[in-house]
């Protein structure tokens, strides 16, 4: 069965700390599909990076920075000296090449990080 | 700019009254899809289209239509509105499956 765990529900930190946000998937499928979107207190979901199964390099933008690991299905999501900005809900979300659906994402359940300055 | 739009985005209404949230998208995209999002249940696909006069059922398709006649747009109707159909809404589109979807600002919809 596909699904997607964010165990952390809540973290807060206070500005300029680094913080991981962690994600586990499971899926049968040997093509999937990763995502990270952020969803800010404003309520839209902004989309942050895509990852395909077949793509284990990390990737850096900035202050975010996203470590893929096939061998114990996680898809970690880093931010380097936060801010007060990044205070936001953030969601890990998956999607599977064999169950099409028109491309659905199959979501976690939301980590919600709060930056205190 | 690129963009997928929705409207209204917020609806407060009447059970049984008849009502359409509007979604339309600039970029030309094939797939579109249209979420709700409830605490403790997260985000679940309620219907998809993969091409214009083309759509299926999602996770939760109960009490919703959608329509297709064009490929910008994609309507959400609730012929009967419920109080369980209370939810904050997101239409969705992309270039096809796999690829990353780009979300409407939301439509908060209430059903007393």
């Known amino acids: 069965a596909q699904k997607v765990t964010q165990a952390q529900t809540e973290i807060s930190v206070v500005e300029k700390e680094d913080v991981t946000l962690d994600c586990v998937y499971e899926?049968?499928?040997?093509?999937?599909?990763l995502f990270w979107y952020k969803q800010p207190p404003s309520g839209e979901l902004v989309f942050l990076i895509r990852?395909?199964?077949?793509?284990?390099q990390n990737e850096i933008s900035g202050r975010y920075s996203w470590n893929f690991q096939k061998s114990t299905s996680s898809f970690n999501f880093t931010i380097t000296a936060s801010q007060v900005v990044d205070s936001a809900v953030y969601f890990c979300?998956?999607?599977?090449?064999?169950?099409?659906?028109?491309?659905?994402?199959?979501f976690g359940q939301g980590t919600e990080l709060s930056v205190k300055p | 700019e690129a963009q997928v739009t929705q409207n209204p985005r917020y609806l407060i209404t009447v059970t049984g009254k008849k009502l359409t949230v509007t979604c339309s998208q600039n970029?030309?995209?094939?797939?579109m899809s249209w979420y709700r999002q409830d605490p403790g249940l997260g985000l679940r696909q309620i219907y998809y289209?993969?091409?214009?006069?083309?759509?299926d059922k999602g996770d939760v398709p109960e009490g919703y239509k959608v329509s297709r006649k064009e490929k910008r747009n994609f309507p959400l109707i609730l012929e009967s509105p419920s109080p369980n159909q209370t939810s904050l809404y997101f239409c969705?589109?992309?270039?096809?499956?796999?690829?990353?979807?780009?979300f409407g600002p939301g439509t908060r919809l209430t059903v007393t």
């Open positions: 969705a589109s992309s270039t096809g499956s796999g690829y990353e979807q780009y």
């Open positions: 899926t049968r499928d040997t093509t999937y599909y």
């Open positions: 990852r395909n199964s077949f793509d284990e």
């Open positions: 979300a998956l999607s599977e090449r064999g169950r099409n659906q028109g491309g659905k994402l199959i």
């Open positions: 970029m030309n995209h094939e797939y």
């Open positions: 289209s993969m091409n214009v006069e083309v759509t």
